[in-house]
């Protein structure tokens, strides 16, 4: 596996977007909701860098098989939470098409939060076919198949410590 970003430039980036997203909601209470199963390490790591009050939740959305993305979006576990009347902070492992992420912000605005931004650890800027607004981005990567730290190759990899770049091995 070639590593593409190590294990500390992950730490210390996640660091930095902790430390905006505590300025951007200074007094507020925003919910931070991770998109399974990808963005679960990284929820887990920024929100310890937070000291805003936040909730989490979670939504189930799967879109992948293999190494392709389908391009059919499919919710596989709805929130527990009511996000109406509250600031949400969208959390992403990935954004490649964008696909999934549009899908995932216009059903949540159908819920009249009172504000969504997206958080996502790595954007594939080039790969892009629909185009949504990322308020905080992690590293923008080169069009290639990545695993580690939460994302997977068919379910494997999710836990390497670091980003490494998937070439079938
Ligand atoms: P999109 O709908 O094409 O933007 O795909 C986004 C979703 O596909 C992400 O949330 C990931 O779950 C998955 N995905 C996209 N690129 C990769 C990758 O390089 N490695 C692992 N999963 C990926
Ligand atoms: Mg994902």
């Given at each position: 596996?070639?590593?593409?970003?190590?294990?500390?430039?992950?730490?210390?980036?996640?660091?930095?977007i902790?430390?905006?997203?505590?300025?951007?909601?200074?007094?507020?209470?925003?919910?931070?909701?991770?998109?399974?199963?990808?963005?679960?390490?990284?929820?887990?790591?920024?929100?310890?860098?937070?000291?805003?009050p936040?909730?989490?939740?979670?939504?189930?959305?799967?879109?992948?098989?293999?190494?392709?993305?389908?391009?059919?979006?499919?919710?596989?576990?709805?929130?527990?939470?009511?996000?109406?009347?509250?600031?949400?902070?969208?959390?992403?492992?990935?954004v490649?098409?964008?696909?999934?992420?549009?899908?995932?912000?216009?059903?949540?605005?159908?819920?009249?939060?009172?504000?969504?931004?997206?958080?996502?650890?790595?954007?594939?800027?080039?790969?892009?076919?629909?185009?949504?607004?990322?308020?905080?981005?992690?590293?923008?990567?080169?069009?290639?198949?990545?695993?580690?730290?939460?994302?997977?190759?068919?379910?494997?990899?999710?836990?390497?410590?670091?980003?490494g770049?998937?070439?079938?091995?």
């Amino acid at each position: 596996m070639n590593i593409l970003i190590k294990e500390e430039d992950i730490r210390n980036r996640i660091k930095e977007i902790g430390m905006e997203i505590n300025n951007d909601y200074k007094n507020k209470n925003p919910i931070l909701i991770g998109v399974l199963k990808g963005a679960f390490v990284f929820l887990a790591d920024l929100l310890r860098e937070l000291n805003i009050p936040v909730e989490i939740d979670f939504l189930g959305i799967s879109s992948y098989t293999g190494t392709k993305s389908s391009g059919i979006v499919r919710i596989t576990q709805d929130l527990s939470l009511n996000i109406e009347d509250r600031d949400v902070i969208l959390i992403e492992d990935i954004v490649d098409s964008g696909r999934t992420l549009d899908y995932i912000v216009n059903n949540l605005k159908t819920r009249k939060p009172r504000s969504i931004a997206v958080c996502t650890l790595l954007n594939k800027k080039d790969a892009r076919i629909i185009d949504v607004p990322l308020t905080y981005i992690g590293f923008n990567i080169p069009k290639v198949f990545v695993v580690g730290y939460g994302l997977d190759y068919d379910n494997k990899f999710r836990n390497l410590k670091y980003i490494g770049v998937y070439h079938g091995e």
